[in-house]
């Protein structure tokens, strides 16, 4: 079956640190995904992991671990504007179908 | 750059009434996809386009949901008849298989409520 865990909420303090972890069981993988979501818009990506270990973006950094199905985003000097949901998601397959399979998302609440 | 663009924003209908969702993905964007959120959910893939051929529909419900992308470009979905549990935003998303991720680039989305 396909299953994609995440924790459904978080909150962090304006300039910390926070991780949201992803753990995730498909039939197959090609990649993982996560989009940042504001409440009522659309996602926008984030960042993207098909290889182990860790890729940086400015702020933004996010961690793959295939043998352990595991992956965390992570965001430094948190700014009241990262208030969103973050979605992990995972492309099942490769070739024609690119398919996403979500997960129900973080929503994170960045207080002053 | 123009983004996914998608009419209308909102809508709301009574069950049993027909509703019809346009989409028009970012130019030489192959595939475009149709997703359901509904609140509180990530994103469930209704359809995916390649083209104007279909590549999975595995999880349309398809004895009322119905879509189409006939040149290639911009595509409907039509939802006949609704159902209260319908209600959820319409995201429309595309992507092109140039470079490595191909990550989805996400239109606004269209809010539907079923009454």
């Known amino acids: 079956g396909q299953n994609i865990d995440q924790p459904t909420e978080m909150t962090a303090t304006e300039g910390a640190i926070v991780q949201i972890n992803c753990t995730y069981q498909?039939?197959?993988?090609?990649?993982l995904f996560w989009y940042q979501q504001h409440a009522g818009e659309a996602p926008t990506f984030l960042s993207y992991n098909v290889l182990d270990g860790l890729e940086e973006k400015g702020r933004f950094s996010s961690f793959l671990s295939r043998s352990k199905g595991y992956s965390y985003l992570l965001l430094k000097e948190l700014q009241m504007k990262d208030s969103a949901s973050y979605l992990c998601?995972?492309?099942?397959?490769?070739?024609?179908?690119?398919?996403?399979?979500f997960g129900t998302g973080t929503l994170l609440a960045v207080q002053p | 750059e123009a983004g996914v663009a998608q009419s209308p924003r909102y809508k709301i209908i009574e069950k049993r009434q027909s509703v019809a969702f346009w989409c028009n993905p970012i130019s030489g964007h192959a595939t475009l996809y149709w997703y359901q959120q509904i609140l509180g959910q990530g994103p469930k893939l209704l359809i995916q386009?390649?083209?104007?051929?279909?590549?999975?529909d595995s999880q349309l419900p398809k004895d009322r949901f119905s879509a189409e992308r006939l040149k290639g470009v911009d595509s409907t979905l039509k939802i006949q008849p609704a159902k209260l549990e319908d209600s959820a935003v319409y995201l429309c998303?595309?992507?092109?298989?140039?470079?490595?991720?191909?990550?989805?680039?996400f239109g606004p989305g269209t809010r539907l409520t079923v009454t």
């Open positions: 998303a595309s992507s092109t298989r140039e470079g490595v991720s191909h990550e989805q680039y």
């Open positions: 386009f390649q083209n104007n051929g279909v590549v999975d």
């Open positions: 498909t039939s197959g993988f090609n990649g």
């Open positions: 998601a995972v492309r099942d397959t490769g070739g024609a179908t690119n398919k996403l399979i």
